[in-house]
C-alpha cells in the first residue's frame, strides 16, 4: 500500500475532491496499473478514514472522466487504451454519412530534433531539450485522410524507437500505455482552415493550398501534465470531423 497517500484533510475542499486527488496521486504513481481493479469502496473508505458515499463520488467523478471504469458485478478498473476507446474517445475523423472506420497509419518520419520555443511551450520543456518528432500518414478505407506530426519529449519517451511506432498492433496511445506506463486522460485541441502545404498536398491526393482542417492537439496525463503535442491537417473532400460531447451527470 502506498504510504504517501494518507488521510485526506478536510479544510481543503470537498472531502470527495480530495479523496479523488488522492486516487489519481495513487494511479499516477503506477499503484494500480491499466486493466487492474483498485480496492472496493469499503477498503478505499477506510483507508481514507471517509464515508463510502465520499469515495464513491470521487469514483464517479473518475468515471465520468473516462479514467476508471465500473464493471458491473465485478468492481472499478483502470480504463485502458483499447482500439475502442481510442475509436469513440480521441478520434473524431470520420465519413460524411456518420460512419466510423480505424485509420491504417504508415510512419513516414522518426527523428530528433532540438524543441524550439513553441515546442518547449507546449509540453513545458526548456528551449533546446531534446525532442522526438514522429509524422504518419493515416489512411480510411485505403484513402489518404490525415497526416499528423507528434512531438514527444525525449527523455520520458526515449524507450520508444522507430521500430515502437513501425511496429505497434494497436493506438499510440496504447503503446504509451504499454511500453512506458503513460496514461492520456485528456486532450485539448485547436481547429483552424489552412491551405495545404506543398510537402502534405501530395500526401493527401490534393492541390496545394486546398483547404484543409488543422487539428492542434495537446494530450495530457495525470495532475494536467502535458506528454504529447500533436499537429494534423484533415483532407475534409469526403470526411468531417465530429466531437461529440457526453451530458453530464
Known amino acids: ?7 485526506p484533510d478536510i479544510h481543503h475542499g470537498p472531502l470527495y475532491k480530495r479523496v479523488k486527488r488522492l486516487l489519481t496521486q ?3 504513481a503506477g499503484e494500480w496499473k491499466p486493466n487492474e481493479a483498485i480496492p472496493s469502496e ?6 481514507f478514514n471517509v464515508s463510502i458515499g465520499t469515495v464513491r463520488k470521487a469514483i464517479d467523478e473518475l468515471a465520468a472522466e473516462n479514467i476508471l471504469v465500473r464493471q458491473q458485478g465485478r468492481g472499478t478498473f483502470v480504463a485502458t487504451h483499447s482500439v475502442n476507446r481510442y ?14 472506420h480505424l485509420p491504417v497509419p504508415e510512419l513516414l518520419l522518426y527523428r530528433r530534433i532540438k524543441a524550439d520555443a513553441r515546442l518547449a511551450s507546449r ?7 531534446r525532442v522526438i518528432h514522429v509524422r504518419n ?30 511496429q505497434r498492433k494497436g493506438p499510440v496511445y496504447q503503446l504509451y500505455q504499454e511500453r512506458l506506463g ?11 482552415a489552412v491551405g495545404v502545404g506543398p510537402e502534405e498536398a501530395p500526401l493527401l491526393g490534393v492541390a496545394v493550398n486546398t483547404p484543409v482542417l488543422q487539428v492542434e492537439r495537446i494530450a495530457y496525463t495525470y495532475h494536467d501534465t502535458p506528454v504529447e503535442y500533436r499537429c494534423s491537417l484533415v483532407n475534409t473532400t469526403a470526411h468531417v470531423y465530429q466531437s461529440v460531447q457526453e451530458a453530464s451527470p
Open 1 to 7: 500500500m502506498n504510504e504517501s497517500i494518507s488521510t
Open 123 to 129: 509540453l513545458n520543456l526548456e528551449r533546446g531539450d
Open 137 to 166: 500518414l493515416l489512411r480510411m478505407q485505403g484513402k489518404p485522410v490525415e497526416v499528423y506530426d507528434i512531438y514527444l519529449d525525449a527523455a520520458r519517451f526515449d524507450a520508444l524507437d522507430r521500430e515502437s511506432f513501425e
Open 42 to 47: 469499503s477498503k478505499l473508505a477506510q483507508r
Open 87 to 100: 475509436l469513440y474517445h480521441f478520434y473524431h475523423v470520420i465519413n460524411e454519412d456518420g460512419t466510423k
Open 26 to 28: 495513487g494511479l499516477a
Open 182 to 192: 503513460l496514461n492520456v486522460i485528456r486532450t485539448s485541441e485547436q481547429l483552424r
